[in-house]
């Protein structure tokens, strides 16, 4: 049965780049989109952007401009990079599945990462 | 970008009740609406998928219908088990998004 993982950075000061990764255990990233997901304390949830097994990716125009999102399927893990941050990008950051039909139903999910943003 | 939006923002029911969450769409999405179901702490657990089709494991208690712009989720007899929040999510076209969320308690 797959597992997800996320790293856990922890804590970042605003301006720096948060980079995460999300190892992916128990089954291969062929033929799957890798997703990222966050959700702000108390708040709802926040599609991030997802990468296919081979390389393409997709982003939330949102966060577009920030994001770089990234498989490596030698290593089975998937990467996150979001340049610039701020308070508004402390959140707990998930990593999740979805399939090579339908990219955009997420399972399974990593357990989440906490990233506070503070001076 | 679509929005959903989710009704009630939270209910608080007796166990052995039916319970209902609403979620509507800004257009026309076929049937490609998820639920999932967050308990504190924990990511996101999901229940149902394609509008109605229930994912592995989950009780039979729980359903899902609709389509277009009008889905439902229902738990036909709350369980102490149940308290949770619940959030719709369309996987119709990118970017997808969810619904703000329904926290379910007992009375």
């Known amino acids: 049965q797959v597992h997800l993982q996320e790293s856990a950075p922890g804590l970042l000061k605003p301006s720096e780049t948060l980079s995460l990764t999300c190892n992916v255990s128990g089954d291969s990233m062929t033929g799957y989109y890798w997703n990222w997901i966050r959700q702000a304390p108390g708040m709802g949830l926040e599609w991030i952007g997802n990468?296919?097994?081979?390389?393409?990716?997709n982003y939330n125009p949102a966060l577009e401009s920030r994001v770089t999102i990234s498989v490596d399927t030698s290593r089975n893990r998937l990467s996150l990079s979001l340049t610039s941050v701020g308070a508004a990008d402390t959140a707990v950051y998930y990593c999740a599945r979805g399939t090579g039909s339908f990219p955009g139903r997420f399972d399974p999910w990593g357990q989440g990462a906490q990233v506070t943003v503070s001076s | 970008a679509i929005r959903m939006t989710q009704s009630p923002p939270s209910l608080s029911a007796s166990t052995g009740d039916r319970v209902t969450i609403t979620c509507r769409a800004s257009q026309p999405i076929s049937g490609y609406v998820a639920w999932y179901q967050q308990k504190p702490g924990t990511a996101p657990k999901p229940l149902i998928y394609a509008g109605s089709s229930l994912q592995s494991g989950v009780p039979s208690r729980f359903s899902g219908s609709g389509s277009g712009t009008e889905f439902t989720l229902t738990i036909s007899c709350l369980q102490s088990e149940d308290v949770a929040n619940y959030f719709c999510q369309q996987y119709y076209s990118y970017p997808f998004t969810f619904g703000q969320g329904t926290r379910v308690d007992i009375k």
């Open positions: 990468a296919y097994y081979r390389g393409t990716t």
